[in-house]
């Protein structure tokens, strides 16, 4: 298969083909897409159908990438550079290592079932949300492959307005007040970064946005931990880290559930990855500001589980869960060893799928209830058998339990961060009972719990549509927790190039120190 | 220096060809019937058409002429006109938006029918002082366009003699402007008392040769700075302009917001930079909290806004407050980014109020967000580029075109100037994120609200001529496309580099003139 695509050139056109193809369906999807009440009455192509399509095909692009995609290689790969401002130096420069093709290849596979999981949350104005989603899509697929940081720039900037209307437009409850919140507090963010981004292709001699390039210029310690903190905050806000995470609650409870799913994809911490960390290695090894975001994410790991077990809410629940996890991720970023680096990846992946397949499960409940208030519902087990079973593998998978998808990533986190830093990897620890008392009490409530109310048990269990959807999701956790290979090779020789461009300088290479314990 | 008149005849073309259009088309409407002041009669309208399209015509063949010069014209006849790519390119932004401009009276007069004949040649007369004061090299020449301009404008505020808020407007704005041309009149007079001289060379050579306080020239500059404030509205110098946007008919509004704050703001640092370019550190403070000061205002200020015309008033402060970073820079990269700022702004602004008269319906009062409220469900394409618009405002990429760019060119100038100037840039993005606030306001006015039920029992929605429909689709479509692909239009602004080689002669003949400042002085 590999030698197929590679002869057919895969790699020199899959990465452009997974940015612009959307951008041109969701042009198809608005003009040729009819709304469901006019499919129904005139004929015509109903619009969500284009857009799962269109979303497949975007995800068939993913697995071309993943495919081509060499584990044995260090550095990019399926890279694409060209012309595109001469003046400044920004080129459309597009490639992928093993961390990119890790989350980008998640993301395009989630989408689409997301958007079919979600079939009956939106029935009005979808041609308008099926093009708003290609296009958000295509930002994050943007944020993931791109090597040029202008174009980085732009790709960060292009998901935040698609998410604006999809929160403001199709959302429940405050949403206009929470999308407006969510573009404010990012906005804050990215502006301070585009300020960093351009000092910083001044010091490179305003040649060259690429990645390589800046990654070797020469910077004072001082304006390292300067502009280390502006990118820092952006990503620190997309993400949702605690004290940045006051927007994520509203938003993403009030979200779409297609939004909500996109909400919970990780691109602030994979940028850190990517861009802020090996960009200013001095800043990030400095001790006060390391230690300061150990500290803060060890309290965002117990903080949100804490507020996690407060919510009624099922939606909030997951919203805080996320959080928590994010949490995770950041101990696993700045402890800086290759465990837990790798760890943090995985974390990244599982909360992808973990997550979005928690809000698609809440969002089935709102389609069918109007609400995802865990009060409102009870005896599910007896009610929706099949959703149930899902619901539980998820939240087991949620707060790590072995030989689901989530306990190889914060496994891998809290023994790389031990190393390092005992204390905080102790205390984050805890996080993750914390999880299992939210998650299972969240489980015992809309599961096992007896509930009187008439209304809850006239609601239909999963039809074969959302049972082949969440079974895909159930199989993708069980079958990364039980081999996990196949992502950690990938993400193997990235996560060492990491450490080392941090620890030993950008091109400096560790001979034959084999640090990995899962092989 | 003499002057020839060959050449002399030659770098002034556009103007001759505009001011003699604005002649003929004036004694044209003067003779043809204009019909009674209350109902137009039918050749009363014919008139208007006349002088509008001719006005149009003008402004095509100066746009030819221009064009077809190519680099051709760069010589110039006199050190007092310039004739370089910078007064080449900002004359195109203006011809296009004085040309915007046109069509959008046509769209207005066709829903009020208030405009008489001489609106369009009035606009020809203000372009004409607008494209003197960006050639001018000499203070003098900057009075006389400036004049020119600013009287054109004053009765243009006034011109719809039905709407007493008109005549408000227009009162305001001629008190207030003229006020202000006193202050710049004597600041002129200061400077040519301190220095011999109205010329921006001479002016230049004197600074260089005189490198400590001087009292008269200090005075001069102040005068002159506060005079250019009022002109482009920057705080504290600001507020004239929402009362007199307010008042004054939308096209006109539109008029001023964009092409005569671009000649301004164009004149303002060919002014600051070649004459004034060498005595940077006696004027950079006062530029630097002008800067400051007016970002903070403007933005907060639009805050809460609720009336359009009012918001898009306080919204054209804070960009001249982006504006005036680019003069802080002191660099001909600021020239630059001020080409691309005043495409991407006119453009932004004409879609924007192209929209607002639509969506007014010809009304005598602004347009509110009460009148946008749900536009998405009855006019999705009208809301869709004002969306566009309100995010070029805002500086975002792809989504708002240009205007992030144009964003891009006026931090790049701030951060590769002589000083970096760290903290403006950082003063200017948060400003930018408080813009967010009410632009996205207006943007999930028009998508997430429903109609507001004005209680009428037909409620009208609006209705977009072929004329309106075309100006706001051409300039959402420019603003995307080149938003993507800016290219062309930073190889327009690159050639647009006012010839600050005038000072930098001056340099290298006695270096020792110039004082090296220490990054402490200029915050």
């Known amino acids: 298969m590999r030698e197929f695509l590679l002869s057919i050139g895969a790699s020199a056109w899959v990465l452009p083909a997974m940015i612009f193809f959307p951008l041109i369906a969701a042009v198809i999807v608005r003009f040729f897409g009819h709304e469901v009440s006019d499919a129904q009455s005139r004929g015509g192509i109903d619009a969500r159908r284009l857009t799962v399509a269109a979303l497949s095909i975007e995800g068939v692009l993913g697995l071309v990438l993943w495919s081509v995609f060499d584990s044995g290689v260090r550095g990019w790969q399926a890279r694409v550079d060209l012309p595109w401002l001469p003046d400044i130096g920004a080129m459309f420069s597009v490639g992928v290592d093993g961390l990119a093709v890790a989350m980008v290849v998640m993301t395009v596979v989630v989408f689409p079932l997301a958007f079919l999981g979600s079939w009956n949350n939106i029935v009005v104005k979808t041609r308008a949300f099926g093009a708003l989603s290609l ?129 919970g994809l990780k691109v602030g911490m994979y940028a850190i990855l990517r861009f802020a960390i090996p960009m200013f290695p001095l800043a990030a090894l400095d001790p006060t500001i390391r230690t300061t975001i ?61 997550t979005s397949a928690l809000f698609i499960l809440a969002g089935m409940l709102q389609d069918r209830r109007g609400t995802t208030d865990m009060r409102a519902f009870g005896n599910l087990a007896r009610i929706m058998p099949a959703f149930s079973v899902m619901l539980v593998v998820a939240i087991l998978s949620t707060f790590g339990l072995p030989l689901t998808s989530g306990f190889i990533g914060e496994f891998l986190v809290l023994l790389g961060s031990f190393v ?36 809850s048990r006239l609601i239909g269990d999963l039809n074969r549509r959302e049972l082949a959807v969440m079974t895909v999701f159930t199989v993708a956790m069980i079958w990364i927790g039980v081999a996990p290979q196949s992502i950690l090779q990938r993400i193997d020789r990235s996560s060492i190039g990491v450490v080392e461009a941090v620890r030993f300088g950008p091109n400096a290479t560790l001979p034959n120190v084999n640090l990995s314990v899962v092989k | 220096m003499a002057i020839d008149a060959g050449s002399l005849f030659r770098v002034l073309a556009p103007e001759l060809i505009l001011a003699v259009g604005a002649m003929v088309l004036l004694l044209a409407t003067v003779w043809k019937d204009q019909g009674n002041v209350e109902g137009w009669a039918e050749g009363g309208e014919r008139t208007v058409a006349i002088a509008r399209w001719g006005a149009m015509l003008c402004a095509i063949v100066a746009i030819a002429v221009i064009i077809s ?29 004085t040309g915007l401009s046109l069509l959008l009276l046509e769209v207005e007069h066709g829903k009020s029918r208030a405009y008489s004949p001489e609106v369009p040649v009035l606009m020809l007369l ?112 600001h507020l004239w302009t929402p009362d007199v946007y307010d008042g004054a008919p939308l096209p006109v509004t539109a008029f001023m917001a964009a092409v005569v704050k671009t000649a301004a703001f164009a004149a303002f640092i060919r002014l600051m930079l070649e004459s004034l370019g060498t005595a940077v550190e006696r004027w950079h403070p006062a530029m630097w909290w002008l800067a400051a000061i007016t970002m903070v205002v403007g933005n907060v200020l639009a805050l809460s806004q609720r009336n359009l015309v009012r918001l898009l008033a306080y919204s054209s402060i804070a960009h001249a407050g982006y504006l005036l970073v680019a003069i802080v820079s002191n660099s001909t990269l600021g020239s630059t980014a001020l080409v691309f700022y005043a495409l991407s702004y006119t453009l932004a602004t004409m879609g924007a109020f192209a929209v607002l008269i639509v969506v007014n319906k010809g009304r005598d009062s602004a347009p509110t967000l009460d009148d946008i409220a749900g536009l998405w469900l ?7 580029a004002m969306a566009v618009f309100f995010l070029a405002f805002l500086g975002m990429p792809i989504v708002g075109g240009m205007g992030f760019f144009a964003k891009w060119y006026i931090l790049q100038a701030a951060l590769q100037a002589t000083v970096p100037q760290t903290t403006l840039s950082i003063v200017l993005v948060v400003g930018s994120v408080v813009s967010a606030a009410y632009y996205l306001n207006v943007v999930s006015t028009m998508f997430m609200r429903a109609r507001v039920d004005t209680g009428t029992p037909t409620v009208v929605e609006p209705r977009v001529a072929a004329t309106s429909g075309g100006i706001i689709a051409f300039a959402a479509i420019l603003l995307l496309v080149l938003g993507v692909y800016p290219t062309p239009v930073i190889s327009l602004a690159r050639r647009a580099v006012p010839q600050a080689s005038l000072v930098e002669v001056k340099h290298e003949t006695k270096p020792p003139a110039v004082r090296v400042f220490r990054s402490a002085e200029l915050r």
């Open chain 2, 126 to 237: 203000a372009l004409v002082g607008m494209m003197i004061l960006v050639a001018a090299r000499d203070l003098m020449l900057v009075f006389l366009g400036i004049e020119l301009m600013s009287i054109a404008v004053y009765v243009l505020a006034g011109v719809n003699r039905r709407s007493s808020r008109g005549a408000e407007s227009a009162m305001k704005y001629f008190l207030l402007g003229s006020f202000s041309t006193g202050f710049l009149l004597y600041g002129m007079a200061l400077l040519f008392g301190a220095t011999g001289s109205t010329r921006y060379v001479d002016i230049a050579a004197w600074a260089t040769l005189h490198p400590s306080l001087d009292a008269l020239f200090i005075l001069g500059v102040a005068l002159v700075m506060v005079g250019f404030a009022f002109k482009v509205a920057a705080a504290p110098f």
């Open chain 2, 378 to 384: 009855v006019r999705p394409g009208i809301a869709v």
């Open chain 1, 135 to 263: 296009v958000l899509l295509s930002g994050i697929v943007g944020i993931f492959v791109s090597l040029d940081l202008l174009l980085f720039y732009l790709a960060w900037e292009l998901m935040l307005i698609p998410m604006y209307f999809l929160i403001g437009i199709w959302g429940t409850g405050n949403s206009v007040r929470a999308s407006a919140r969510y573009v404010l507090f990012t906005l804050l963010g990215s502006l301070l970064m585009l300020v960093a981004i351009l000092v910083l292709w001044n010091l490179g001699g305003g040649t060259s946005f690429h990645i390589d390039h800046l990654i070797a210029v020469q910077m004072p310690r001082d304006v390292q931990i300067y502009l280390f903190l502006a990118f820092f905050v952006a990503f620190a806000v997309k993400s949702a880290l605690v004290p940045f995470h006051t927007w994520l609650p509203d938003a993403q409870s009030s979200a779409p559930t297609f939004a909500a799913v996109a909400l």
């Open chain 1, 294 to 354: 150990l500290v803060l994410s060890v309290v965002g790991i117990i903080y949100g589980a804490l507020l996690a077990m407060a919510q009624h809410d099922f939606k909030r629940l997951v919203a805080y869960s996320s959080i928590s996890h994010v949490g995770f991720i950041m101990l696993g970023c700045f402890a800086l060893t290759q465990q837990s680096i790798e760890g943090a990846v995985m974390v990244m992946v599982n909360h992808g799928i973990t």
């Open chain 2, 69 to 97: 010069w190519g680099d051709g014209v760069s010589g110039t006849a006199d050190d007092r006109i310039a004739a370089d790519g910078f007064r080449w390119a900002i004359d195109l932004i203006l011809l296009l938006g």
């Open chain 1, 420 to 455: 390092e830093r005992p204390v905080l990897a102790t205390f984050a620890t805890t996080g993750v009972i914390f999880a299992a008392i939210y998650g299972l009490r969240a489980v015992q409530r809309l599961v096992f719990d007896r509930n009187d109310d008439a209304e």
